[in-house]
């Protein structure tokens, strides 16, 4: 069993007035390696945070975190004022139960790199199954709010088309159309650009773009600078398990202050 974080980062289980993902010293080791090492970080309702770093850095484990695809080994994490994975009795914090977790995740949808559509599944039927399985919606309401969904991201006349009949930008925009099926409050996206042919990042990012323009929050991590840059309302370079910098997209791309974030962004533009 895992470790059960100390319950003195924060002394409750909801918090009132919070925003939307509050971490406070959040920590998560493998073994011996300590991959997030007292993360500090608030992002509020409608906000686009965008996460860069280098490879190893902690970012894809800190959204796996929010997500519940990784307990947390130190410090709190909150989602809408809720405390992620855990509930305290007196001074003792115990593990919530799959079933207590589940129900937190329905706010939260995430999109990962490789795209794990359903591949005995057409786009359309990909996009239903979550909110007929999980939110028991009726099969002929998820059916008209995933073809609204499929149109939403460009994929209307993919409707019917299985995962091999699409392209990598095709199948990422159906994985993006199934998490807001889900009718998230928040999407987390874990370098969704990263498989992709060259060709077709910038469909995927269009569809982020027009996500981001009606108020979604989310969490970015990519190595695309220019979505960060025009689109993130704030950028988070992380390296070593650690927040190094944060703050407005432009200072930190154009004229960062500190030395380990000027490299990277250097090595990644050259």
Do not use: W
């Amino acid at each position: 069993m895992n470790s059960i974080p100390s319950p003195t980062a924060i002394d409750a289980d909801h918090l009132a007035g919070a925003p939307l993902v509050l971490a406070r010293k959040v920590e998560k080791q493998f073994g011996t390696l300590k991959v997030l090492k007292g993360i500090d970080l608030a992002i509020s309702t409608g906000e686009v945070l965008c996460i860069i770093g280098p490879s190893g850095s902690g970012k894809s484990t800190f959204l796996r975190c929010i997500n519940q695809l990784e307990r947390i080994d130190g410090g709190a994490l909150f989602v809408s004022g809720e405390r992620v994975g855990y509930h305290r009795v007196g001074n003792k914090l115990y593990e919530l139960d799959d079933k207590a977790i589940a129900r937190q995740r329905r706010s939260i949808g995430m999109v990962f790199q490789r795209f794990n559509l359903f591949p005995h599944l057409t786009a359309l039927q990909n996009v239903i199954e979550g909110p007929v399985q999980v939110l028991k919606e009726s099969k002929a309401d998820a059916r008209a709010h995933a073809l609204s969904l499929l149109e939403r991201v460009g994929l209307a006349d993919k409707r019917d088309a299985y995962p091999s009949q699409l392209s990598g930008g095709q199948q990422q925009r159906v994985a993006i159309a199934r998490s807001l099926a889900m009718r998230p409050e928040l999407l987390l996206f874990d370098e969704p650009t990263s498989a992709l042919d060259p060709e077709l990042v910038a469909e995927v990012l269009r569809v982020m773009r027009g996500l981001a323009e009606t108020g979604m929050t989310m969490v970015c991590v990519t190595h695309e600078l220019g979505f960060a840059r025009d689109v993130g309302h704030r950028v988070a370079f992380m390296d070593q398990g650690q927040i190094v910098e944060i703050g407005d997209p432009r200072s930190v791309l154009s004229d960062p202050k500190e030395v380990r974030t000027r490299a990277f962004i250097s090595a990644v533009r050259h």
